[in-house]
């Protein structure tokens, strides 16, 4: 049985070869003293699967190979639903957290048992450089909701680190038919439902931004297929908000919240920073 401080590394992985060998050298550097590494190998064409293969080498580290393509939200929640500690984390397979990083998100959730995931700031390199800043999500189950809708949707906290016990509240993650839009954004509104966020100040975590990647698919969307993709966003972000025990005044909160963003994003119009905005191009490496 793994102790309480025991962290599993989720890492999907598909077609990563010219980046996942320096991702799990990252992870492999780790100061925190327990942890384990599941990688999942999203049936890769390029030789992912043989490099992460050197890596199991280290006992901490285990590998297994997908016999098909499940695609990025399948991918992840595979791994999600096989990992078996108390504190788990999702490391795309490009991105480079600093050696202190599992150590100081460990801390910061033993210091508050209430906390539901903590995450830190996020240094994007590549093709540009640019920090991602997000506050800390506090207050009741509503306003964390809020918070996660109108203000953290350039995905920071996903790659923070949950209690387990969140993650058996909320189930795994559901994909859609616009290439799994926001997704992972719909899952932290439900984790937010559990508990609080906590920021911690320090940019310790690097996310590649490169050509390729899916959001920048997202970029070249037209209008008809950005609004459909934020309908179906906005639409399941309100019916799990609204499957809280909310009175009318709040319902009616978390609908104007939600019908906000939709104006915002939905046709490519508002104002928002690329950094912090939903526009299909803000997101994902």
């Known amino acids: 049985m793994n ?50 293969r050197a890596f199991t080498r280290d006992p901490r580290f285990r590998l297994v190979v997908q016999p098909e393509r499940l695609g990025w939200i399948r991918n992840c929640n595979w791994l999600l639903a096989n990992a078996d500690s108390e504190l788990l ?28 995931l903590a995450f830190t700031d996020i240094q ?12 800390s999500i506090c207050g009741s189950a509503l306003e964390r909701v809020l918070a996660v809708i109108s203000r953290h949707y350039d995905g920071t906290a996903w790659r923070g680190l949950m209690r387990q016990r969140a993650r058996d509240a909320v189930g795994l993650m559901r994909g859609n038919r616009n290439d799994d839009f926001a997704a992972d954004i719909a899952w932290l509104a439900r984790v937010a439902q559990v508990g609080s966020f906590r920021r911690i100040p320090e940019k310790l975590y690097r996310k590649r931004r490169r ?48 019908l906000a963003e939709f104006r915002l994003h939905a ?17 994902r490496a």
């Not at 060998?21 to 999942?40: G, K, N």
């Open 3 to 52: 102790g309480a401080d025991h962290v599993t590394v989720c890492v999907p992985v598909h077609n990563g070869r010219d980046f996942v060998a320096e991702t799990l050298t990252a992870i492999q550097r780790q100061t925190h003293p327990t942890l384990t590494v599941l990688i999942s190998d999203d049936a890769s064409e390029d030789g992912s699967a043989e490099i992460c």
């Open 89 to 116: 984390c999702i490391q795309p397979h490009d991105d480079l957290p600093q050696p202190e990083y599992i150590a100081r998100l460990v801390a910061c959730l033993a210091a508050e048992p209430d906390c539901a």
């Open 124 to 135: 994007v390199f590549g093709l540009y450089d640019r920090v991602y800043r997000q506050d």
């Open 211 to 258: 050509a390729g990647s899916v959001s920048l698919r997202w970029g070249h969307w037209d209008d008809t297929m950005r609004a459909d993709a934020w309908c179906i966003h906005c639409c399941e972000l309100l019916r799990d908000g609204l499957a809280m025990p909310l009175s009318h005044d709040e319902k009616w909160r978390l609908v104007r919240a939600v």
């Open 267 to 283: 046709h490519g119009s508002g104002t928002a920073s690329p950094a912090t905005s939903r526009t299909p191009s803000a997101r």
